[in-house]
């Protein structure tokens, strides 16, 4: 692009000597950059090496800059830390994510003398920068703007992760037509960076010619990761609540009441990934039968709690075709391979017969639920697992029949309730048969939760059911 330029291109011109040679030429002013004591990654783009008799072609460098660049207009030391003092302050961070944001927005104009400031994120695909914020172009966020990854201004920032600086606006420069109707003739952009990835980019311009130094560079980086930061708090504390949310729309504190049934349920979230895509589900279907379904979205957060939604909604209608659980799983898991690409999960569905008398179980790689029999020890049902949803596409799917009798009670669960750190998981399985002997499907995911959280929270979440047919029959 050849107007792209840097304050380096700035520096080698100006630093040329009278007779453009050898008093001015590069190994001059790599001799400035050298001794210059502010110093900041700038993206060039465009002929280097031009100063003097000998041009070496179009190159992509990361110099640092000197922010004393006379063509860029000199910035005292006392202007820089009046600048740094300005978005650093104290009080920024007792403000909410969206005022501080705002804030910032005001503050670099102010301190740059731009016209516009406006922050653009990266979407959830990761492909394109959608218009966030803005102060001087809010017009942008009131359409959505949204820019591809490396095209334009915005988009070749994103893209190269390093800042850049356009010296006029228009239609080979910028690929939104909103900068160019602001009348913008230069503009200063850097990228928003979390753990060294791109998140987004901060952007200023300028209605009136000027160059950008790069003392600004510096400012609006700083800008830029203070931003950064406080988007990612935000989109993080949006992302757990309304996973949360979603999460407890879905799952009942109480099961359906079920003549002959006793069922109980609990749900946890975890400690380090909070919530995730764990899940039951209870349910009587046309034909009389019951359905019972718990399992395991990979993955936490608020992608999991989504895809666990629409899988638990998919379950449910396949269960309304069909009472063969290995029939419905294998429906599932055709479904999110065609409308879940990259998602998998672990499920074991268990259809319970109209007389309570047997349980038919389909297990999609899955822990096997327990079997609790009155006055005996608990035991893993011997089912074998077949691959879990998502994971292969048409893996053949098998189902297991198993007696109920009166008195007798199966016990599901996620991994969340028996894997631990440094810790086999039979270890946790040991102790999970140990604590479901006998009472009630209340009594059972007590004392499955107090014997397995003795210390602290999971760090997984965490779902069970209990259900127990009455001794009566």
């Not at 800059?65 to 003092?85: F, H, N, Y």
């Not at 909103?178 to 300028?206: D, E, N, R």
């Not at 009136?208 to 931003?227: C, G, K, N």
């Not at 949360?244 to 003549?259: E, F, G, H, N, T």
Request: glycine share 10%; net charge negative.
């Amino acid at each position: 692009m050849t107007n792209v330029t840097s304050a380096v291109d700035r520096l080698a011109a100006s630093s040329a000597g009278p007779s453009g040679t050898a008093g001015g030429g590069s190994a001059h002013v790599a001799s400035q950059l050298r001794s210059s004591r502010c110093r900041v990654g700038v993206c060039i783009e465009g002929v280097l090496g031009g100063v003097g008799r000998r041009r070496r072609g179009t190159v992509r460098r990361y110099a640092a800059v000197r922010t004393t660049d006379p063509s860029a207009g000199i910035v005292s030391e006392a202007e820089q830390l009046r600048r740094l003092q300005a978005v650093s302050d104290a009080a920024l961070s007792r403000l909410g994510v969206e005022d501080l944001l705002n804030e910032l927005l005001v503050r670099v104009r102010e301190l740059l003398h731009a016209d516009t400031a406006a922050i653009m994120l990266l979407d959830s695909t990761g492909t394109e920068l959608v218009a966030t914020a803005a102060n001087g172009l809010e017009r942008e966020v009131l359409l959505g703007v949204r820019v591809p990854l490396g095209r334009g201004f915005a988009g070749s920032i994103a893209a190269n992760a390093q800042p850049v600086i356009i010296d006029h606006v228009d239609a080979t420069t910028v690929a939104s037509p909103i900068l160019i109707s602001a009348h913008l003739t230069a503009m200063l952009g850097v990228p928003m960076l979390s753990a060294g990835q791109v998140i987004g980019v901060l952007t200023v311009g300028s209605r009136t010619p000027r160059r950008f130094s790069a003392a600004d560079v510096e400012l609006l980086q700083l800008v830029a990761d203070r931003a950064a930061h406080a988007t990612l708090a935000r989109s993080h504390s949006l992302d757990r609540a309304a996973a949360y949310a979603l999460q407890r729309s879905l799952l009942p504190d109480r099961p359906p009441a079920i003549p002959g049934l006793d069922l109980a349920v609990r749900y946890a979230p975890g400690s380090d990934a909070g919530v995730g895509g764990d899940w039951y589900d209870v349910f009587t279907l046309p034909s009389g039968t019951i359905g019972v379904a718990v399992g395991d979205v990979a993955g936490n957060g608020l992608r999991a709690a989504v895809v666990m939604g629409r899988i638990r909604s998919a379950l449910r209608a396949y269960a309304m075709e069909t009472d063969d659980p290995a029939d419905v799983l294998t429906r599932l898991d055709r479904k999110v391979h065609r409308f879940e690409p990259g998602a998998m999960a672990t499920v074991i569905y268990a259809v319970i017969d109209p007389g309570l008398d047997t349980v038919t179980l389909s297990n999609a790689g899955h822990l096997p639920p327990l079997a609790v029999v009155p006055g005996g020890p608990a035991e893993l049902l011997t089912i074998g697992p077949d691959m879990p949803i998502g994971a292969y596409p048409d893996a053949p799917r098998t189902a297991v029949i198993r007696e109920l009798p009166p008195g007798t009670g199966l016990f599901f669960y996620t991994d969340g309730l028996v894997e631990r750190r440094h810790q086999s998981i039979l270890v946790g399985l040991d102790q999970l048969a140990a604590a479901v002997t006998d009472g009630t499907a209340d009594q059972l995911c007590d004392a499955a939760m107090t014997k397995l959280l003795q210390t602290d929270q999971p760090a997984d979440d965490i779902a069970i059911l209990a259900l127990r047919r009455s001794a009566s029959g």
